[in-house]
């Protein structure tokens, strides 16, 4: 069956650490793949997303993302966490050229950050 | 540029109230989509249209319907809801088969009491 995990519900850094949030997906071929960022009270933002081609993504606000097919896994990654970055993060999985539409989601991983 | 605009924001029913959610873009995009975010489950897909014209279920459609009114519009009607339909529903869209992401709206927090 096709799938998402986010194995961290939570994670707590302090400002100025890094972060990697993990992701991995079952799926029968390579899919689309995608983080979003969900602000308290706001709908999700896309943040990256990979198609094909280079496994290392850059998204918005300094992240990046590397897809890794032996693992089936598209973490997120951030060099140096800002206070502001503290929000719910989510991991998504499309089906490529199939004609459908829908996107399978993760439950989310929130994180705190500490000033 | 306004994207995808939920209302009502908020929302309290009682058990077998019906209401309708509206849900429109300005994108031109072809395909929009309903999700309700309940805690720890993620976001699920209710009903969804790849197209104008055409829509179908998702993972949760049970107790909900859609009207795809034009282009720009999807709204999403409870008909008799009830206390588990409480969530926070989103509405979103994109461009053909969504190969470029979904834009999502701000959400309608609806309660059912």
């Known amino acids: 069956a096709q799938s998402v995990t986010q194995p961290d519900i939570h994670i707590t850094v302090s400002e100025g650490a890094s972060l990697e949030l993990r992701c991995n997906y079952s799926y029968g071929a390579t899919p689309y793949l995608f983080w979003y960022v969900q602000s308290p009270g706001q709908g999700l933002q896309l943040l990256l997303k990979y198609f094909s081609g280079d496994t290392l993504v850059q998204g918005i606000k300094g992240f990046e993302a590397e897809f890794k097919r032996s693992q089936s896994s598209f973490n997120l990654r951030k060099p140096s966490v800002h206070w502001s970055d503290a929000a719910e993060y989510f991991c998504a999985v499309g089906p490529p050229n199939s004609g459908t539409y829908k996107y399978i989601f993760g439950t989310g991983t929130r994180l705190k950050v500490l000033a | 540029n306004a994207g995808v605009t939920q209302t009502p924001k908020f929302q309290v029913l009682k058990t077998g109230q019906s209401m309708t959610l509206q849900c429109a873009q300005d994108m031109n995009h072809n395909s929009m989509y309903w999700y309700r975010q309940d805690p720890g489950m993620g976001l699920r897909l209710i009903y969804y249209?790849?197209?104008?014209?055409?829509?179908d279920k998702g993972e949760v459609p049970n107790g909900y319907n859609v009207s795809r009114l034009n282009k720009r519009e999807f709204s999403l009607r409870l008909e008799s809801a009830a206390p588990s339909q409480t969530s926070v529903y989103f509405c979103a869209s994109s461009e053909a088969a969504g190969a470029k992401g979904y834009t999502f709206g701000s959400g309608t927090r609806l309660t059912v009491v």
């Open positions: 249209s790849a197209s104008e014209g055409t829509t």
